[in-house]
């Protein structure tokens, strides 16, 4: 294994040190238990947003608190869901008495950990409401699975909420909008090279070096299918017919293009395949009329990349376009 | 003979001491079909309740059992924290003020943590999880208590229906947690969960054996 890490168990707090040192003026954060928080927190009668999940993601969730995305974010250890104790504290930490809205990862354990800490916080008098994002067509059956993972439409419902919640919208309706972003976001990952757990100190999978694995998890779960590389052109083909097939995206439809990087492709890479994506989405006669191109839900040092189709209507473009200043995220400002 | 309060720490420190030595291997497990981390969250949780266990090691068995699922809550993370967590934690609330467990306290107690597991993880048996191990060491542990054989033997024949639980799962297709995303590929390998369930009773059997 070659890291630029100390300790194996020093990586998740040494990170959190060195983000606290670099944005002071965004966030603060707490330690045992670790979450991240807005500086100003809690804002008295706003919605609160928090999120959380397994390290090795970031910037998604830790870089995304602050002014118009997420209040808090929980990080657990590399992709290990974080504990009930951590979303109560942080929960407890950000609830400026209009409630709290958890935006949870359909993954089994981030559901389980998040419902147990709901119960929690609940139980002390906060209001809590919970999403689940699970926008990844690459999971089939999803009938007859855990269902499909959460991917993705996380970021942009982080965005699109963080904003609503801005706009002292109330608890059910930060939360009817995260679900309608969730039912309108569609998701599909590849990856080109696999990546190492610290902790574990070995790739997760072997793949080899003439070979790709389409449908890929954030986790590096398997996906749909293993086979032979191709051409960034005849990747981005797999991946935006599979996104494009799922939801009925339509002709005259307006859409959300976010390409992404696992964390090992370069951007220059990402817009070779943002290329391909606006000829198909124009031959179907879909509008790209906001994009999103970069790393910003990735996969620890895997190459490979993602891509997010989101319908956008009047309000999320304008819920979109509000103002957002995260360390991993900032216009407007 | 009775399992008593003494019985019931040192099963923890043998749980402890068991995850550590099967870290590797239970992380292997987890890599074919899941995220590679189940034997590293088994074993920090496990520490956790270690460093816990000293400050109620006075207190009566239900304490115990309870202050050591609420370590595993706080410190596993991934399915396994709130999974381990509540079956420790239910097991404790099963057998409130006790010192020392019969056949019949040790049923009541495993049931309760199998409920707990189950309610929380939404699992059905043959789902490929730590269900299909730990059902059939219940089953095992109340016919046992039936037909009033000692501590030890009941908790050999839960042991071993465990362990054929866990193999049971090796030809299963997964369909609840992240090894469900495998679908097919899912089958030939043995469910991480399911065997770390199956340690845990083996612990359970190891620490009576040789202390009886």
Request: include cysteine; proline fraction near 4%; aromatic fraction near 4%.
């Amino acid at each position: 294994m070659k890291k630029l890490i100390n300790k194996v168990d020093d990586v998740v707090p040494e990170g959190l040190a060195g983000m606290e040192a670099a944005h002071p003026d965004l966030i603060k954060v707490h330690y045992n238990p670790n979450f991240v928080y807005r500086a100003d927190a809690p804002v008295k009668g706003k919605v609160a947003v928090v999120s959380g999940g397994g390290s090795g993601h970031e910037p998604m969730h830790i870089g995304l608190v602050g002014v118009g995305m997420l209040d808090a974010a929980c990080p657990g250890a590399v992709f290990t869901s974080p504990t009930p104790d951590q979303m109560l504290e942080a929960t407890k930490a950000v609830d400026g008495g209009a409630g709290v809205l958890h935006i949870v990862k359909n993954y089994s354990g981030d559901i389980m950990n998040f419902e147990m800490a709901a119960d929690l916080a609940q139980a002390e008098g906060i209001e809590v409401e919970s999403v689940i994002t699970n926008d990844d067509v690459a999971v089939m059956d999803s009938l007859y699975t855990q269902g499909r993972r959460g991917v993705g439409t996380t970021v942009l419902a982080e965005k699109i909420c963080g904003a609503a919640a801005e706009q002292k919208r109330s608890l059910k309706e930060v939360a009817d909008i995260c679900r309608k972003v969730n039912g309108w976001g569609r998701s599909m990952g590849m990856a080109l090279t696999s990546c190492t757990v610290p902790a574990k100190g070995s790739p997760t999978f072997e793949l080899g070096e003439d070979e790709m694995e389409i449908g890929i998890g954030i986790h590096g779960e398997p996906g749909r299918e293993r086979m032979k590389l191709k051409t960034a052109d005849e990747i981005t083909e797999i991946l935006a017919t599979a996104v494009l097939d799922d939801l009925p995206f339509k002709s005259g439809d307006e859409v959300l293009a976010f390409v992404n990087s696992m964390g090992g492709t370069p951007i220059s890479e990402l817009y070779i395949v943002y290329r391909k994506l606006t000829e198909m989405c124009k031959a179907r006669g879909i509008k790209i009329v906001r994009n999103l191109i970069g790393a910003y839900i990735t996969s620890l040092e895997m190459a490979g990349c993602s891509i997010t189709l989101l319908k956008l209507d009047e309000e999320l473009k304008k819920l979109w376009d509000a103002p957002v200043h995260t360390p991993g995220l900032r216009w407007g400002v | 003979m009775p399992m008593t309060k003494d019985d019931v720490i040192r099963c923890l420190g043998t749980i402890a001491v068991v995850l550590k030595e099967n870290k590797e291997y239970l992380t292997q497990l987890d890599a074919a079909i899941g995220d590679a981390d189940h034997g590293i969250n088994m074993d920090r949780g496990f520490t956790a309740v270690m460093d816990k266990l000293p400050g109620v090691e006075d207190k009566d068995i239900g304490t115990i059992l309870k202050t050591a699922g609420m370590a595993l809550v706080s410190t596993v993370g991934g399915a396994g924290g709130p999974l381990y967590g509540t079956f420790f934690m239910r097991a404790g609330t099963a057998v409130p003020n006790k010192y020392e467990l019969t056949n019949g306290d040790l049923v009541a107690l495993f049931e309760a943590a199998l409920d707990g597991v189950v309610q929380r993880g939404r699992a059905n048996l043959r789902d490929k999880t730590m269900v299909d191990a730990i059902t059939p060491a219940v089953d095992e542990l109340r016919k046992a208590a039936a037909e009033g054989v000692d501590t030890v033997e009941a908790l050999r024949r839960a042991t071993i229906a465990a362990e054929e639980g866990m193999k049971g799962t090796i030809p299963m297709k997964a369909l609840k947690g992240r090894a469900s995303y495998l679908g097919e590929r899912s089958i030939g390998h043995q469910d991480p969960g399911a065997t770390s369930s199956y340690l845990i009773f083996k612990a359970f059997l190891d620490t009576v054996s040789t202390h009886t």
